[in-house]
T-cell receptor, first 114, second 112 residues
C-alpha cells in the first residue's frame, strides 16, 4: 500500500525567498510521484511528476523536485517565491505507471508575504 | 494532457435530495476517476469508472450512495444520493492519460 506524508500543513515565506515543501512517501513498489497545485476555487493542476530516470524533475512555474529513494522523499522547491505561488500544494503517489489510484498527502498551504 | 469540464460548477441542495454531476473530457480515455475533497482536507478517491463495466468503489464508498455511469469513453456522471450536510464537499473527476492524472475544475456542493 502507498501513503504520503506532507510535513507542515502551512508554510509561509517572503516574496523572493526559497520555497521548500516537504513530502515523504511509503510504497511497497517503485513509486510514481506527483506534485499538484490547487489555486483558490479551482481544480488541481499538475506541477511535475517523477516516474523513472533522472531523479531531479523540473516542472512548471519554476518548481522542481528531487526523488531521494534512500530518504523516501520527494520535496518540492522553488528558488524564489512569487506572490502568485500562494496556493495549496498536494503530493501524491501511485503504484502504477498509468497513474491509477493516486494517494494524496494532506496538502500544504503556501502563503507568500510581501 | 486532457481538458476536462464538469457541470454544475457549484450547487446548493436540500438534505434528502440527489445531485448528478457530469464530467466531460476532450479525448477518449479508458479510466476516469471520481474524488471527494471535504472542506480543508485532501482528496479521497471514491471510485474508478471504466467504460462498459461497473465502477470500482474504494473502501467506505458504496454504489447506492454514489452511483456512477460511464456510457462512453469521454463522459461520466456521479450521483450523490440522499444527501446530508456531511456530503458538502468538492467533487472532482479526473482522467489518466500518458501516465498522469488530469483533473477537472470540481463541483462545489453545499447541502443544507
Amino acid at each position: 500500500a502507498q501513503s504520503v506524508t506532507q510535513l507542515g500543513s502551512h508554510v509561509s515565506v517572503s516574496e523572493g525567498a526559497l520555497v521548500l515543501l516537504r513530502c515523504n512517501y511509503s510504497s511497497s513498489v517503485p513509486p510514481y510521484l506527483f506534485w499538484y497545485v490547487q489555486y483558490p476555487n479551482q481544480g488541481l493542476q499538475l506541477l511535475l511528476k517523477y516516474t523513472t530516470g533522472a531523479t531531479l524533475v523540473k516542472g512548471i512555474n519554476g518548481f522542481e523536485a528531487e526523488f531521494k529513494k534512500s530518504e523516501t522523499s520527494f520535496h518540492l522547491t522553488k528558488p524564489s517565491a512569487h506572490m502568485s505561488d500562494a496556493a495549496e500544494y498536494f503530493c501524491a503517489v501511485s503504484a502504477s505507471q498509468g497513474a491509477q489510484k493516486l494517494v494524496f498527502g494532506q496538502g500544504t498551504r503556501l502563503t507568500i508575504n510581501p | 494532457s486532457a481538458v476536462i469540464s464538469q457541470k454544475p460548477s457549484r450547487d446548493i441542495c436540500q438534505r434528502g435530495t440527489s445531485l448528478t454531476i457530469q464530467c466531460q473530457v476532450d479525448s477518449q480515455v479508458t479510466m476516469m476517476f471520481w474524488y471527494r475533497q471535504q472542506p480543508g482536507q485532501s482528496l479521497t478517491l471514491i471510485a474508478t469508472a471504466n467504460q462498459g463495466s461497473e465502477a470500482t468503489y474504494e473502501s467506505g464508498f458504496v454504489i447506492d450512495k454514489f452511483p456512477i455511469s460511464r456510457p462512453n469513453l469521454t463522459f461520466s456522471t456521479l450521483t450523490v444520493s440522499n444527501m446530508s450536510p456531511e456530503d458538502s464537499s468538492i467533487y472532482l473527476c479526473s482522467v489518466a492519460t500518458s501516465g498522469t492524472q488530469y483533473f477537472g475544475p470540481g463541483t462545489r456542493l453545499l447541502v443544507l
